[in-house]
């Protein structure tokens, strides 16, 4: 049984019965302990589920992590690893801090990294990550 099915009244659509860590990112995927996926995914140490965003501003909303408030434990801290640089919306950060989450956005790469060093020192942590790939079909 996936860790994600313990979240009946959310729509996830969970990567299967893996682990959720970034084994590897390009340009256009990333893969999550083997399995290359292009479109946006959502990270959690518990299970990887897909991240269904209609674009990149879009991910950057409350509404699209609602995952990450229901979630338990919840992390303390997001990771969005994102293709292009943006700023954090001052909404979203709010919303965080008022979970008790801290909130980064970086690059996929360093995103992936953070995730999995913070995952080893027993942070909790979630990762956001949108390939370019899954840019291009916005």
């Known amino acids: 049984m996936c860790a994600c099915d313990s979240l009946p009244d959310l729509r996830v659509l969970c990567l299967g019965d893996i682990d959720g860590y ?3 990112y390009g340009d256009t995927s990333l893969t999550v302990s083997g399995v ?3 479109s946006p ?3 959690f ?3 990887p589920t897909y991240w269904e ?3 990149l501003a879009a991910a950057l909303t409350p509404d699209a992590l609602t995952l990450v408030k229901v979630v338990r434990p919840r992390p303390a801290v997001l990771l969005l690893g994102l293709p292009v640089q943006v700023p954090l919306p001052p909404g979203l950060r709010a919303w965080a801090t008022a ?3 801290g909130v980064e956005v970086m690059g996929v790469g360093e995103a992936c990294h953070t995730f999995n060093l913070l995952n080893g020192d027993g942070v909790g942590v979630a990762l956001g990550c949108v ?3 899954a ?3 916005e």
């Open 22 to 24: 970034p084994t590897g």
């Open 36 to 38: 290359r996926v292009s």
């Open 41 to 43: 995914v959502l990270l």
């Open 45 to 47: 140490p518990q299970f």
């Open 53 to 55: 965003i209609p674009s």
């Open 99 to 101: 979970m008790g989450v």
């Open 131 to 133: 390939t370019r790939g």
């Open 135 to 137: 840019l291009r079909r």
